[in-house]
Nanobody
Framework: QVQVVESGGGSVQAGGSLRLSCAASGYRYSSPIMAWFRQAPGKEREGVAAIDNYGITRYADSVKGRFTISKDNAKNTLYLQMNSLKPEDTAMYYC????????????????????WGQGTQVTVSS
């Protein structure tokens, strides 16, 4: 049974930083492709960043240059370093995973991912 568990959310002031972590367990073979999504109240869940087993990444335009996604394939652990946080980054952040090696055609589409964590809240105050 595949499980995905996020940690590291919290509250910060605008301009601050946070680091999210996500541990995926239950994969028998290759490390999964993983991604971060977020959902603010009243809004659709949107893709933030994704990374495959080759280290290829994809970012949403809104976070480029501020967020960095990384993954430890040996530990099946995903990270999201968030710098220069803005109030509009406030959301529940979700980790997602899917089997595979390379990024799918739409790596920031929620419909590509099979497994989801429960989410961790990030709140950025102005």
């Amino acid at each position: 049974q595949v499980q995905v568990v996020e940690s590291g959310g919290g509250s910060v002031q605008a301009g601050g930083s946070l680091r999210l972590s996500c541990a995926a367990s239950g994969y028998r073979y290759s490390s999964p492709i993983m991604a971060w999504f977020r959902q603010a109240p009243g809004k659709e869940r949107e893709g933030v960043a994704a990374i495959d087993n080759y280290g290829i990444t994809r970012y949403a335009d809104s976070v480029k240059g501020r967020f960095t996604i990384s993954k430890d394939n040996a530990k099946n652990t995903l990270y999201l370093q968030m710098n220069s946080l803005k109030p509009e980054d406030t959301a529940m952040y979700y980790c997602a995973a899917k089997p595979g090696y390379g990024l799918p055609a739409s790596p920031l589409s929620r419909y590509n991912y099979n497994y989801w964590g429960q989410g961790t809240q990030v709140t950025v105050s102005s």
